[in-house]
């Protein structure tokens, strides 16, 4: 393990079994050392600990991309997985002695790679005698002693996450989850965990979990009428001068929320999406907190409490299992309790070891089982088609998913009110590279193309509302004069926007003008060859997550919902090629929109 600075002083003090100088208070004490009281000379009783923690593991146990079949890269080299996670956790508890360490996770664990697609809908856990899920196994095996809930947690209904908690051999914390007809937690608000010192006396560590209020909005399909999510700040000022008063000595949060204050979903719902930062702020009596779902790297960030003026750490490990956090806790013995005298974090990274053999013998099997299952041949295409450049050109793959969608809302409204109407559909660039190769398809190149499990739905827009959309949707682009050099590698992305936030509108024609400020960007916006009408009504096939309010497009949140669907849109996109056996990017691939700078095409 690279020993930095504050590592190396913990580590070399422990190392020195009961070296303390008298005196040198400053000096760390052993973890080890003979307990004394503070009596002529003698040190006082000192003991130290370390929280391991994990975020936004997202299903990663190999470091291994089922979409690309082959061993996970990324252009930093980051490695992904349990497997690599518990080769770290091993590591530290032979340094620091396993009953000194705790072990956590911030949520977003059995969604997002095809393992634990796999588990959730081929061979489901929740069938009578089903298997056990793979994230369960494995973080069973490594020793976990509390997760926080994620959002993504209830993206297969609250059947699959009950049997997911169900097989685990630790607690799914969530205290601001809640009944929402009693209103009382629906999960475990909190654990305490004692830590044995040599001193005779534990120390009581309470973690206490806090998941994201988004979930009504994304998830709302799953949980309405059956869970509400109040904001972290409020339900952390509940519990934890509650978990004071029941003897904590030192109190963790695990928040599955980021640490900048901001909200994706504007105003629909009054609490905060990424309140980390604010529950340090507000909420005293707190001594650290685990950070997730933003899937940023922050080792180690201080923020102050506003009352006490006490400084809380936060650290946030990079997702899929790139990183391990660990808090080093230092505490002294004072007038009868222990007191948290020093706390700091850093991360480690998964790449400098080897996988855990153990972790991936364990799931063989599964993992052989769902290579084979992303390798089935589905049907076959003429030519390549890649969404290298997709961010910045309207390219056929992306027109492939919106035919896709266009078609089922078609074929769902035919006979109904709503069946004259135009149907339009957005899509997005969730990946830059996602593929289908000439000739076999698989399932897994069909999948590549939405990594997400969104579901679809149609909602009804008018002209001025679409053009409302789009405007918004340009903000992606990076302002660039006419005439100064064009350079892909900073022209999106504008304001950190995610590619999965800009959305490409298909079924109308429009310009995107890069050279002009924000808000007034979309040029010669037209229907079948005409100006859009502001007033005619238009369907939108759009995501579950966009409907929802996911990235604070205006008017779909609230526009009228003509039809809704259960099934992911990837499933939807395989099923297709299925039943056409042949894709063909010369029958639906249209140029419908194109960056220009004052009327000239930047491509």
């Known amino acids: 393990m690279p020993l930095n600075r504050r590592t190396f002083l913990g580590t070399s003090a422990a190392a020195g079994a009961g070296v303390a100088i008298a005196g040198a208070s400053g000096a760390p004490a052993s973890a080890h050392g003979h307990g004394h009281g503070h009596g002529h000379g003698r040190p006082p009783k000192r003991y130290s600990f370390t929280v391991m923690g994990t975020t936004d593991l997202h299903g990663n146990v190999f470091n291994w991309d089922y979409f690309t079949d082959k061993e996970f890269d990324d252009k930093a080299h980051n490695d992904v997985g349990l497997a690599k996670i ?9 340094e620091k002695g396993r009953r000194n360490t705790l072990m956590i996770d911030a949520g977003d664990t059995i969604q997002g790679t095809q393992l634990s697609y796999y588990y959730a809908k081929i061979d489901p856990i929740t069938a009578k005698r089903g298997p056990v899920h793979p994230m369960a196994q ?24 009950r049997k997911f908690e169900e097989q685990c051999d630790f607690p799914l914390l969530g205290a ?30 309470a973690i206490l979990g806090l998941t994201n209020p988004g979930i ?5 399909a799953n949980v309405s009428g059956k869970m509400v999510f109040p904001g972290l700040e409020e339900q952390a000022a509940k519990f934890v001068p509650r978990l004071r008063s029941m003897g904590a000595d030192v109190v963790i949060v695990s928040a599955h929320s980021g640490n900048s204050g901001t909200s994706s979903y504007g105003d629909q719902i009054p609490y905060v999406e990424n309140a980390a930062g604010l529950v340090a702020e507000q909420v005293p009596g707190i001594d650290a907190i685990l950070v997730g779902h933003a899937h940023l790297e922050i080792p180690e960030y201080f923020v102050e409490n506003k009352q006490t003026g006490k400084k809380v750490v936060l650290s946030e490990p990079l997702k899929w299992g790139q990183r391990l956090t660990l808090f080093d806790f230092d505490l002294v013995w004072e007038k009868g309790r222990w007191v948290v005298e020093k706390a700091g974090s850093q991360v480690l990274n998964s790449n400098t070891v080897a996988e855990d053999p153990k972790i991936t013998r364990l799931l063989a099997d599964e993992h052989k089982k769902v290579v084979a299952y992303v390798n089935q041949v ?44 135009p149907v339009l559909s957005q899509a997005s660039c969730f990946s830059r590279t996602a593929q289908i190769p000439a000739g076999n398809v ?3 190149d069909a999948a590549g193309l939405y990594p997400f499990e969104n579901t679809l739905e149609a909602r009804l827009l008018t002209g001025a509302q679409l053009k409302d959309y789009l405007e918004f949707s340009a903000r992606y682009y990076v302002q660039t004069p006419a005439g100064a050099p064009v350079d892909t590698a900073k022209l999106t992305n504008a304001d950190n926007t995610p590619d999965y936030n800009y959305d490409a509108v298909s079924g109308l024609t429009y310009e995107i003008d890069v050279a002009k400020p924000n808000g007034s960007r979309i040029v010669n916006l037209s229907f079948e060859g005409k100006p859009i009408d502001p007033a005619a009504e238009f369907v939108l096939a759009v995501n579950n997550y966009r409907a929802s309010g996911g990235g604070n497009f205006p008017h779909v949140a609230g526009a ?44």
């Open 86 to 94: 518990s080769t770290l956790v091993d590591q530290v508890r032979r």
């Open 560 to 603: 009228k919902q003509l039809w809704a669907n259960s099934e992911e849109i990837r499933n939807t996109i395989i099923a297709w090629v299925q039943a056409k056996g042949s894709v063909d990017g010369a029958q639906f691939a249209s140029v419908d929109w194109r960056l220009t700078r004052e009327g000239t095409p930047v491509f």
């Open 216 to 220: 009504a909005i994304w998830d709302k």
């Open 176 to 205: 601001n989850a809640l009944d929402a007809k009693t209103l009382r937690p629906a999960f475990a608000p909190y654990v305490i965990k004692r830590m044995r010192t040599p001193h005779g006396r534990d120390v009581k560590v």
């Open 138 to 161: 494995a973080m069973n095996a490594i020793g976990y002693d509390a997760a926080a809930l994620g959002n993504h947690e209830f993206n297969y209904g609250i059947p699959v996450l």
């Open 378 to 421: 589905i049907g076959t295409s003429t030519a390549a088609m890649t969404t290298a450049e997709a961010a910045w050109k309207d390219e056929p793959i992306i027109d492939l998913i919106n035919v896709v969608q266009a078609e089922t809302v078609k074929a769902a409204l035919a006979g109904g009110a709503y069946a004259a109407l």
């Open 442 to 444: 698989t399932i897994k």
